[in-house]
């Protein structure tokens, strides 16, 4: 019996309208609620530890939001649902999309017949684009 690599994906990113700082400041804040998914094939439940995913733009970190330490039950699909507050200081002013990358890596094991425990661990690598004047997002692809 072979046990496979868990999956961990963006499923949904959902943007609140953002807020101006300060006026005299060139940050802006961005709210998103994401709906991340572990997807475990296997026969056994996964459980895993704390991570965080890393938002970023052109290589910066822009933000980040935490992923709490849980179980993905054997054969199913454990939805967590997580906030982040992005900052897009170094964003133009005019730009109309924001291409955004989400990176983690989720570690823990896999429990067999309560018996047999090996680690797996995973990771996400997701692109997505924000569109800044309809405030949605588009084209969420993960590798």
Same mark, same amino acid.
């Given at each position: 019996?072979?046990? #496979?690599? &868990?999956?961990?994906?963006?499923? =949904?990113?959902?943007?609140?309208? &953002? ?16 709906? @991340? ?31 709490? #330490? ?5 054969? =199913?699909?454990?939805? %967590?649902? @997580?906030?982040?507050?992005? %900052?897009?200081?170094? @964003? &133009?002013?005019? *730009? ?5 990358? *989400? ?6 094991? $896999?429990?067999? %017949? ?10 996400? /690598?997701?692109? %997505? ?7 949605? $997002?588009? /084209?969420?692809?993960? #590798?």
């Amino acid at each position: 019996m072979r046990i #496979k690599n &868990p999956k961990f994906r963006v499923r =949904s990113l959902t943007m609140e309208t &953002p807020t101006a700082g300060n006026v005299n400041s060139s940050s802006t804040s961005m709210r998103f609620h994401a709906e @991340v998914i572990v997807k475990n094939t296997n026969f056994g439940h996964y459980k895993f530890e704390n991570s965080t995913i890393t938002f970023s733009y052109l290589g910066n970190p822009v933000g980040k939001a935490d992923v709490l #330490k849980g179980r993905a039950k054997a054969r =199913s699909t454990k939805k %967590m649902n @997580v906030t982040v507050d992005v %900052m897009t200081s170094s @964003v &133009p002013k005019d *730009s109309r999309i924001l291409v955004l990358k *989400s990176y983690s890596k989720l570690n823990g094991k $896999v429990h067999l %017949m309560k018996v047999i425990k090996k680690k797996k661990s995973t990771e996400m /690598d997701c692109t %997505m684009n924000v569109n800044l004047k309809t405030y949605k $997002v588009d /084209d969420i692809k993960c #590798k």
